[in-house]
């Protein structure tokens, strides 16, 4: 899959990771064969693609999501070569008929995504300024397990991640750039809507 992963149109990604006819499950594994070991970047955006469509209403997969793309960003920060991840998460099967639903509602957003991408602040994709969305990317998918019964928590989380990942992906920092504003605007809007509640309790 050495031509999905340095693709920079995201709709070859999604027509990569469309599981066989008649295949009833799709595993982590067989999803990150598909995308490549070394496409630490395309394998972040897939999860965080999916905790945005209506994939995300699966219990327990917006934690095992947000952990997948923790320990991908991880791995990617510290310059490891190939992906490691543990049995468990590579185990974790995925119904074949939900993922082409996720993939279809998804079809008209990202080929609008590869519509408007370009050559953009490309200084933000490349390290050491790229290091800084991975940290960002680690810091918002840690936060997730004890928000996920929280209603569109991980989803929020989610956008702000796919934005980051897509940059990266395209290597278009204008993605980036609206990765970090929509991150900073739903920080300030919680921290003004947590100190208002403060406020009327008081």
Not at 58 to 72: E, H, R, Y
Request: aromatic residues 6%; hydrophobic residues 50%; glycine residues 8%.
């Amino acid at each position: 899959m050495a031509d999905t992963a340095s693709s920079h149109k995201l709709s070859a990604l999604l027509d990569a990771l469309r599981p066989e006819e008649e295949a009833e499950h799709v595993s982590v594994e067989e999803l990150i064969q598909k995308i490549g070991e070394r496409a630490f970047a395309p394998l972040m955006l897939v999860p965080a693609l999916v905790l945005v469509s209506p994939l995300s209403g699966i219990p327990t997969l917006p934690t095992l999501g947000g952990l997948l793309i923790l320990l991908i960003a991880v791995q990617d920060l510290i310059g490891r070569n190939h992906l490691w991840l543990p049995g468990f998460l590579m185990r974790r099967r995925l119904p074949a008929g939900k993922l082409h639903g996720a993939l279809d509602w998804l079809e008209k957003p990202v080929a609008w995504v590869d519509r408007h991408t370009g050559e953009r602040l490309r200084m933000l994709t490349r390290s050491p300024l790229r290091h800084v969305a991975l940290v960002i990317i680690i810091l918002i998918t840690a936060a997730w397990p004890p928000l996920e019964l929280l209603p569109m928590v991980t989803s929020i989380g989610a956008f702000a991640v796919s934005l980051l990942c897509i940059g990266m992906v395209t290597r278009d920092g204008v993605y980036i750039a609206a990765g970090y504003v929509f991150t900073a605007a739903v920080i300030t809007l919680s921290v003004t809507l947590f100190n208002a509640g403060v406020s009327a309790g008081q």
